[in-house]
């Protein structure tokens, strides 16, 4: 085969078609603003899947990651790793956890969180506790015990037998969950706000309960905060919004705001079956992640940041609602909590999202037909004002073609 094919669709022949990708492709970035290869610029509201938490070239981690560049980018795990234990106690300090195993992904902080789940019932003389409670609409990632945690057959099929030790229960049915608990469980996970899903937020009440629950039971609690967690929701963490902790969580997304780097965080209870050798990672943890996932946290948590997200998301939740008023054949829902918006749509919202596209908005997909808005926590009410003018000619545009289809 020639190396000199033409760069065409045929460009995508040597990678594995797992992505149903937009003919779109990006060269540059800056804020929430994102520029194709063809010279358009997009508003972007979804930020890599919630990912971009700080928009796009952030000069405080353009700077950091060319400083550390220069020092040092990798060292194994069997050394002391100073940015790694900086940035643990950074964490530590900001919420309910003790100790923090770093990951390269959101679904490897996630396995984490099953191993230790098992691990800890096993060091306390309970191995059969093996079975984690997961809600449907959930998900996790795409590790086999992801998958199999997360319960989408979509994701399950074709890969063998599903793992045992998996619950799958509806979600927000306390009677099924009662039911569920025996001697065999090991722990609960949730989302606090389920992102893939369709963006449904948990009652504050609910969490609580759930809490409660586990304790009464001598299970863990752990939360899937991968997609709700740094900032997303207007806390540094959703569960704050509840007061409610959980043993263990699992963070990733915004954690590197576009660098790859994920944590599983644990009470010093809850990791006490993590000793020497129970776990480990090449990548998890090294100085060029640590140094960048520093910045970001401490810029995501600064007030100014947290108070942004609350008072866009708010304006968001205000205006979509208004477009909900005006286009109730197109939008059904507006759900979510702060810059986690999920609008549940009447057309399919793989259409809507082209829509959005032609009007230079960047949305991103989810569960239960919606299209989620992920923007940068760093938006402006301007941007979001953009944002919603372009969604409301998104539905204009939309209703055209369902008249045109009736
Ligand atoms: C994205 C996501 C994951 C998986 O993270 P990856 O980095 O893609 O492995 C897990 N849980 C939730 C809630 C997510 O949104």
Redesign the pocket.
């Known amino acids: 085969m020639s190396s000199q094919a033409p760069v065409s669709s045929s460009a995508q022949a040597h990678l594995m078609g797992v992505y149903n990708r937009a003919p779109l492709a990006f060269e540059r970035g800056q804020g929430a603003r994102l520029t194709s290869t063809d010279g358009e610029v997009y508003l972007d509201c979804m930020a890599g899947?919630?990912?971009n938490a700080l928009g796009h070239a952030h000069p405080r981690l353009v700077n950091a990651i060319k400083t550390q560049a220069e020092k040092l980018w990798h060292v194994s795990n069997i050394f002391r790793i100073p940015e790694q234990e900086k940035l643990a106690d950074r964490l530590t300090a900001e919420t309910f956890a003790d100790v923090v195993f770093f990951t390269?992904?959101?679904?490897?902080?996630?396995e984490c969180a099953l191993k230790l789940a098992r691990k800890y019932h096993s060091a306390k003389g309970q191995p059969e506790r093996i079975d984690i409670i997961t809600f449907e609409g959930?998900?996790?990632?795409?590790?086999y015990a992801?998958v199999n945690a997360?319960g989408n057959p979509s994701y399950t099929d074709g890969f063998g037998p599903r793992l045992p030790g998996y619950i799958h229960l509806p979600f927000g049915d306390h009677e099924a969950l009662k039911a569920a608990i025996g001697p065999t469980t090991a722990a609960i996970m949730i989302?606090p706000v389920?992102?893939?899903g369709g963006a449904r937020a948990v009652p504050d009440a609910c969490l609580r309960g759930l809490r409660e629950l586990c304790d009464q039971e001598g299970i863990l609690l752990i939360y899937?905060?991968?997609?709700?967690g740094l900032g997303r929701t207007g806390k540094l963490f959703a569960y704050e919004w509840s007061g409610a902790a959980p043993d263990v969580m699992?963070v990733?997304?915004a954690l590197g705001s576009g660098f790859?780097v994920?944590a599983c965080l644990a009470t010093r209870d809850a990791a006490a079956g993590m000793g020497v050798g129970a776990h480990g990672s090449t990548f998890g943890g090294n100085p060029l992640a640590m140094v960048v996932a520093y910045e970001a946290v401490d810029e995501i948590a600064k007030p100014s940041t947290l108070d942004n997200v609350r008072e866009v998301a708010g304006y968001f939740t205000q205006q979509l609602n208004g477009l909900k008023d005006q286009y109730p054949d197109i939008i059904v829902d507006v759900r979510g909590r702060g810059l986690l918006i999920g609008i549940k749509l009447i057309p399919n919202n793989r259409d809507f999202m082209v829509l959005a596209r032609d009007q230079k908005l960047l949305v991103a997909g989810g569960g239960d037909n919606c299209v989620r808005l992920l923007p940068p926590l760093t938006l402006t009410i301007e941007e979001a004002q953009e944002a919603v003018a372009k969604i409301g000619r998104a539905c204009e545009v939309a209703r055209e073609h369902a008249k045109a289809k009736a």
């Open positions: 899947i919630a990912t390269n992904s959101g679904t490897e902080a996630i959930a998900f996790h990632g795409r590790t992801a997360g989302e389920q992102g893939e899937d905060e991968v997609q709700c699992a990733a997304k790859p994920g």
